[in-house]
Nanobody, 124 residues
Framework: QVQLVESGGELVQTGGSLRLSCQASGRTFKVYSMAWFRQAPGKEREFVAGIARDGRDPFYAESVEGRFTISKDNAKNTGYLQMNSLNPMDTGVYYC?????????????????WGQGTQVSVPS
């Protein structure tokens, strides 16, 4: 199994940038695909971005395409989410997730391991 711990969330103004990190421990990170999800107050948890085991083939939700970049450094057992041009709609708790599945799924049920989340706030 793998354990995931997110960090890097904070309050940032509209137009600002943040980089979230996801530190993995336990089983080697390179056998897992990785994703970021987010959950806004009163809303369902939604897929943000995903990446394959080897750090290739990033895939994004339409709402973040062109603004967010997901990456994965297997040597450091760490994943990242670079977020640029943030706006109030990006506010929420951001979760790192991992799965042994090869394909990148938008479905939460396909992601078997989750971190505790990190809060990102972009006030209006």
């Amino acid at each position: 199994q793998v354990q995931l711990v997110e960090s890097g969330g904070e309050l940032v103004q509209t137009g600002g940038s943040l980089r979230l990190s996801c530190q993995a421990s336990g089983r080697t990170f390179k056998v897992y695909s990785m994703a970021w999800f987010r959950q806004a107050p009163g809303k369902e948890r939604e897929f943000v971005a995903g990446i394959a085991r080897d750090g290739r083939d990033p895939f994004y939700a339409e709402s973040v395409e062109g603004r967010f970049t997901i990456s994965k450094d297997n040597a450091k057992n760490t994943g990242y989410l670079q977020m640029n041009s943030l706006n109030p709609m990006d506010t929420g708790v951001y979760y790192c997730a991992a799965t042994e599945l090869v394909f990148i799924s938008r479905n939460r049920a396909d992601w078997h391991y989750w971190g505790q989340g990190t809060q990102v706030s972009v006030p209006s």
